[in-house]
């Protein structure tokens, strides 16, 4: 099949390393094969709405730098769930025949999807239908699956590790029990590589349900040994034992509509209460998601547009690019879609920290 005409577009939460993406995919598409490339703005909205720009050289230069997409993003968007409101009341409707139409009637050849778990088994979804689809892993949460790591990750991580490492100096001066809440979803990623690089003393993720018990026994004996603060890294996800996780808001419209947030209040009023020791909250917030990506992530959303392109041009739709060692490869968007990877039991990284003396609360 020849290639002409290409779409982009960034569904879902945004991260570091979108517009490397797009850059990679758009530069390599002008340069090496002359095809023209649409950029679809606001995710899935774009394609219901019929939003879109032309993308040229010029749109994606100096933007390798740039935090979040130059395309605009959403993570309410979804064609098959369009919200209504029906005489005040909500209801949501099947709008993907639409999505349809509007690729065939803009002549796409082929259409890449960046986004997480939800983009890519909406995108799944639309290849079914017979949208010419290939998906890129994007999520600073890191639990798409069937990929060693998404782009975001490492710059979401960069930060958090900041974070811990700045939280040192007033936990030491004031004697304090110091808690950074980070995001991840159900994934405790984030908070076991930050909390792991900037030193936390405590790192508590969603896959290891904590005793309160083990964490102010924890606090306690580092106070005993001279060490008169401690640092902890929860993922708001995470949930102790006997307990439930803290769900700070329901974004009805949202695909994923469960948001997260305040178990590290609760932590923090559970250690007060039972140690004595003065303890502070600080929640991260967007802070992960936003700002210029690292190297790192620059690099790997550069090629996972450019090795997408390839895999348009091989005709391998319905597949999504994944970092496999060393190398891009390519794997089925069904393989991956509607699942979440989690941080197992025994991860080397997990097994290193215990073995620095890092406690998981278990
Ligand atoms: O999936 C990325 C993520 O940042 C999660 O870590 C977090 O739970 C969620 O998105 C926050 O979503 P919102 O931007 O809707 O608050």
Excluded at 6 to 20: E, K, R, S, W
Excluded at 87 to 100: I, T
Excluded at 163 to 172: K, P, W
Aim: positive net charge.
């Amino acid at each position: 099949m020849k290639i002409k005409k290409i779409g982009i577009l960034t569904g879902g939460g945004d991260c570091p390393g979108l517009n490397a993406v797009i850059r990679g995919i758009t530069k390599k598409s002008i340069f090496e094969y002359n095809l023209k490339v649409i950029g679809i703005i606001d995710g899935f909205s774009g394609l219901l709405s019929r939003n879109i720009k032309r993308l040229k050289v010029e749109d994606v230069s100096g933007i390798l730098s740039l935090g979040g997409t130059i395309l605009g993003t959403s993570n309410i968007a979804n064609p098959f769930r369009v919200p209504i409101n029906d005489g005040g009341k909500l209801k949501f409707e099947d709008h993907s025949e639409g999505v349809l139409d509007y690729y065939k009637r803009l002549k796409l050849d082929a259409l890449f999807c960046i986004g997480g778990d939800g983009t890519l088994t909406i995108a799944h979804r639309l290849v079914k239908m017979g949208i010419n689809i290939i998906g890129i892993p994007k999520t600073i949460d890191n639990d798409i699956f069937e990929t060693d790591v998404t782009f975001g990750f490492d710059s979401a991580v960069e930060t958090i590790a900041r974070a811990t490492d700045t939280l040192h100096s007033t936990a030491m001066s004031h004697h304090r029990v110091m808690i950074l809440e980070v995001m991840g979803r159900n994934a405790g990623w984030l908070a076991l590589y930050g909390g792991l690089a900037g030193g936390g003393d405590i790192i508590l993720i969603p896959e290891i349900p904590y005793n309160i018990d083990n964490i102010c026994e924890k606090v306690k004996q580092r106070n005993l040994h001279g060490k008169r603060f401690s640092i902890i890294v929860i993922s708001e996800g995470a949930r102790p034992i006997r307990g439930r996780k803290v769900i700070k808001r329901i974004v009805k419209k949202s695909t994923d509509p469960v948001r997260y947030g305040g178990i590290g209040i609760k932590l923090g009023r559970d250690i007060e209460r039972r140690t004595g020791l003065e303890t502070r909250v600080t929640i991260l917030g967007h802070l992960q998601r936003s700002g210029s990506p690292t190297a790192f992530d620059r690099i790997l959303g550069s090629r996972f547009g450019t090795d997408a392109l390839d895999l348009a041009l091989k005709g391998e739709f319905g597949n999504m690019v994944a970092l496999k060692g060393e190398t891009i490869s390519s794997v089925s968007l069904q393989e991956v879609s509607g699942r979440q990877r989690l941080v197992p039991l025994d991860s080397s990284v997990l097994i290193s920290a215990r073995s620095v003396g890092t406690s998981f609360g278990d």
